[in-house]
């Protein structure tokens, strides 16, 4: 079965502390993504990268930095982080061709920040 | 640019019932249509798309929709709901890029017994 995995299903982090969210795709796809999702604000796209090293700001990229050193691993990296960082992220990957086959999806990382 | 609107952030229906979630989107190019799915704490899984052809397009669980493309919508329906199919669930558009997903912001179904 094919797999997005997300390393950590619940973080509690405090205020100012640098944070790594990890994503691994065993799929060989192109595309992977980081988004946050909040009650009544969907799903928003904080960054993306269709390639290793290949990175593009999403919608919300402030406060936000990522890394893809390997195609299956993107990294989301919260410099110093915030309480209003805490949130659902959400990963996802996909082919780099087309949209077709859609977006799979992580189960998740919920953090806090305290 | 593309946009999607989800009509109803919360939909409460009884077991058994007829349910439809709307969705209509904005687009300047042709679109392909997709309806994801979330169950409690857990990610997104696809329900459905509509790339090309029929407009009605059949998914998992018993769900369908159909994409209007005179009025922009792609509705969500399924004839009979049950309490395992309270969930979220997200409509996306992709157009114009040909590897981007636009999220509209999700409507809650609430199945009650």
């Known amino acids: 079965d094919v797999k997005v995995t997300q390393s950590s299903r619940y973080l509690v982090k405090r205020t100012g502390e640098k944070v790594f969210l990890e994503c691994v795709q065993d799929?060989?796809?192109?595309?992977m993504f980081w988004y946050r999702q909040d009650p009544g604000l969907g799903l928003r796209l904080i960054y993306f990268?269709?390639?290793?090293?290949?990175?593009e700001k999403g919608d919300i990229p402030e406060g936000y930095s990522v890394s893809r050193e390997k195609k299956e691993r993107f990294s989301l990296i919260l410099e110093s982080a915030s309480t209003n960082q805490t949130s659902m992220y959400l990963c996802a990957s996909s082919f780099s061709s087309s949209v077709v086959s859609g977006y799979t999806f992580g189960s998740g990382t919920r953090l806090t920040v305290v | 640019a593309q946009s999607v609107t989800q009509l109803d952030s919360q939909v409460p229906v009884f077991e058994e019932a007829p349910v439809e979630l709307r969705c209509n989107y904005s687009?300047?190019?042709?679109?392909?249509l997709f309806w994801y799915v979330q169950y409690p704490n857990q990610g997104l899984q696809l329900l459905l798309k509509y790339l090309s052809g029929s407009t009605l397009v059949k998914g998992i669980n018993g769900f369908e929709a159909e994409f209007n493309k005179s009025q922009t919508s792609f509705h969500l329906r399924k004839p009979s709901v049950h309490i395992s199919d309270t969930a979220e669930y997200f409509c996306?558009?992709?157009?114009?890029?040909?590897?981007?997903?636009?999220f509209g912001k999700g409507t809650l179904l609430t199945v009650n017994p």
């Open positions: 990268s269709y390639d290793v090293k290949m990175k």
């Open positions: 996306a558009v992709s157009g114009g890029s040909n590897y981007k997903l636009t």
């Open positions: 687009s300047s190019v042709s679109v392909y």
């Open positions: 799929m060989d796809h192109e595309n």
